[in-house]
């Protein structure tokens, strides 16, 4: 089964700034890969989704890209303000399948 | 929309004691899922159904019951509650998409119960 990476240790950064998250897996590589926000005592939120044949996705300031040579996505927040704290999560897809869950990086925006 | 309600909010259970959590969407959605969620694991999912009248078991089924009478909504039960059940759990609901391979895409979650296993 797949194992998902996302680093465990809070991630603080100042106002301003851009916010860089990594999800790594292992084995084969997903038919897609999602990235959700999860604030405190909330369920997680969907963000932004994006397919094994698409390198890059942009929504506002968030932008992900995913790259199957190093079996990596990284989540970018350009421009991060305090509102973006929260967890964020990258999720796993493969057809047929269930999606699989990282355990989430918290951001900590700083003003 | 109310999107996804869970009911109730918090919890606090008795080991050997039963309940039942549920979860209503008001999407139309084909797909729910029942998850757990506990520091440093991230969500797990415990059961999840395709459409009415059917589940299925995800990676920790062990200790619960699912069912789904109607389309809207996903019962999970734990018969016998044990400690190692204190946790958060969330529902979900999402489209099925038919595509090549069909698979689910966006995942829209409830609020969450936590529940407390004495």
């Known amino acids: ?111 | 929309n109310a999107g996804v309600t869970q009911t109730p909010k918090f919890r606090v259970l008795k080991t050997g004691q039963s309940m039942t959590l549920l979860c209503a969407q008001d999407m139309n959605h084909e797909y729910m899922y029942w998850y757990r969620q506990d520091p440093g694991m991230g969500l797990r999912l415990i059961h999840y159904s395709v459409g009415e009248g059917t589940t299925a078991k995800g990676e920790v089924p062990d200790g619960y019951n699912v069912s789904r009478l109607k389309k809207q909504n996903f019962l999970l039960g734990l018969e016998s509650a044990a400690p190692s059940q204190t946790s958060v759990y969330f529902c979900a609901s999402s489209y099925f998409i038919r595509r090549t391979g069909g698979h689910q895409e966006t995942q829209y979650f409830g609020p969450g119960t936590r529940l407390l296993v004495l």
């Open chain 1, 1 to 111: 089964s797949q194992k998902i990476e996302q680093n465990s240790e809070a991630l603080n950064i100042q106002e301003g700034k851009t916010a860089t998250l990594t999800c790594n897996y292992t084995n084969y590589s997903p038919a897609y890969l999602q990235w959700y926000r999860q604030d405190p005592g909330r369920g997680p939120v969907f963000l932004l989704l994006i397919r094994e044949n698409e390198k890059e996705k942009r929504k506002e300031r968030l932008k992900v890209t995913f790259d199957t040579t190093l079996k990596q996505s990284l989540f970018h927040i350009t421009a991060s303000q305090p509102a973006d704290s929260a967890t964020y999560l990258c999720a796993l897809g493969e057809a047929g399948n269930m999606l699989t869950f990282g355990g989430g990086t918290r951001l900590m925006v700083k003003p």
